[in-house]
């Protein structure tokens, strides 16, 4: 699990081995991870577009970026949260990811990026 917090936005992830979908005959390895997005802010904000930055167990990275999250672009009043599940394979059995969701405010102001701190995608008892 990570959490952080920008600009009155919190992101805490949890992350989870999917072992029915995955093979370790075929180094594939399968994770399902959570992310609720709360705004603790004093301003409505919008999520517009996220970046993954996701590494394996070899420091090999692929960067992911695209709109909105899982065909969505919340748009979160104060006090707020969006929750939502997706999926991330992986050829070893350990990983990382983080990244940032771009944020607008949309009665004005900058935007900004609201970082997803880094978290471990893991087969169980992988890291002892």
């Known amino acids: 699990m990570s959490e952080a917090t920008t600009q009155g936005v919190r992101v805490a992830t949890e992350s989870f081995f999917i072992p029915e979908r995955s ?3 075929h180094t594939y390895y399968f994770f399902a991870y959570r992310i609720r997005i709360t705004n603790e802010g004093h301003q409505t904000v ?4 996220r970046h993954w930055i996701i590494t394996n ?3 090999e990275v692929q960067e992911v970026r695209g709109p909105g999250v899982v065909g969505a672009q919340p748009v ?8 939502y599940t ?3 394979p992986l050829n070893t ?5 983080h990244g940032t969701f771009q944020m607008i405010r949309p009665d004005g102001g900058e935007p900004f990026d609201a970082t997803v ?7 169980p008892h992988a890291l002892n």
């Open 76 to 83: 979160l009043m104060p006090g707020q949260h969006f929750e």
């Open 86 to 88: 997706s999926f991330c």
């Open 117 to 123: 701190a880094p978290f471990t995608l893991a087969v």
């Open 23 to 25: 093979s370790d005959e």
């Open 57 to 59: 167990a070899h420091g």
């Open 46 to 49: 919008q999520l517009i577009s």
């Open 93 to 97: 059995p350990v990983g990382a990811m």
